[in-house]
């Protein structure tokens, strides 16, 4: 891993062996953010660290009252699972160098598969799961559980990681919840997570989420505009030629 471009910072090491390791960064509907978040919380996962990038926007995230990292790590030994979760988007100038550090951070770990979480943008309202793999094999891990992405794009950081992955050889499934805007969805990372469950049967409940699902779209609404403000902040900054992101 280059250390220039993303630092770990473990306060705990991994005790699980080849684990399954999920991302969820914020995108379409932040389905991949809720998704994420929520196992964490739903499994009581335990928290190992943090990713650190000067790429990543200037901030703190507050858990509890507590200052957090904005893009963190946990695991739950018994599932066998790690997870990366975000709170920020990452530029797209950024993806490339970011999703090839990650997968390495899989790599590091001695992952067996990663899975990644995000939406997709449907006119619809069934909030249908598509599913898209990095090589052939695993399509018929997934095609009586998800719908197969034929035809399309994935784009940012995900897109980026599956390339990689794709490029490395990783095994790598990609879980894309659909949504009907942009807008915080909870409903397509409910239907995303119940996916998650049929593919792994990993058996996480989602009832909570469900009652939560109007309380989750104020909060991460809020985090957005948040988001909003603080990348028009840093587009009127005066930034050194090195952080091309943010010029």
Do not use: W
């Not at 993806?95 to 449907?122: D, N, Y």
């Amino acid at each position: 891993m280059d250390k220039e471009i993303v630092q770990v910072i473990l306060e705990k090491e991994p005790t699980v062996k080849n684990p399954i390791l999920i991302e969820g960064f914020p995108g379409i509907g932040l389905v991949g953010n809720i998704a994420s978040q929520y196992i964490v919380n739903e499994l009581k996962m335990t928290y190992l660290g943090a990713m650190s990038s000067k790429y990543f926007p200037p901030l703190a995230v507050l858990l509890g009252g507590v200052v957090n990292m904005p893009v963190r790590i946990y695991e739950d030994a018994s599932k066998g699972l790690i997870i990366l979760t975000a709170d920020i988007p990452v530029h797209p100038l950024a993806s490339f160098e970011i999703g090839k550090e990650i997968v390495s951070f899989a790599q590091s770990l001695g992952a067996r598969e990663m899975i990644c979480l995000a939406g997709i943008t449907v006119m619809g309202d069934e909030h249908r799961v598509f599913g898209a793999v990095s090589q052939q094999d695993l399509l018929d891990k997934i095609k009586d559980k998800a719908e197969i992405f034929e035809l399309g794009t994935i784009t940012g950081i995900t897109g980026s990681i599956m390339n990689e992955c794709r490029i490395k050889k990783m095994p790598a499934v990609c879980l894309l919840g659909e949504t009907a805007s942009a807008d915080p969805d909870p409903r397509a990372a409910i239907a995303t997570i119940e996916t998650l469950n049929k593919i792994y049967d990993l058996g996480i409940s989602t009832v909570k989420l469900s009652e939560q699902t109007e309380q989750i779209e104020v909060q991460m609404a809020q985090l957005a505009q948040q988001m909003k403000a603080t990348s028009a902040e840093e587009q009127q900054a005066q930034m050194p030629k090195e952080f091309p992101m943010y010029g």
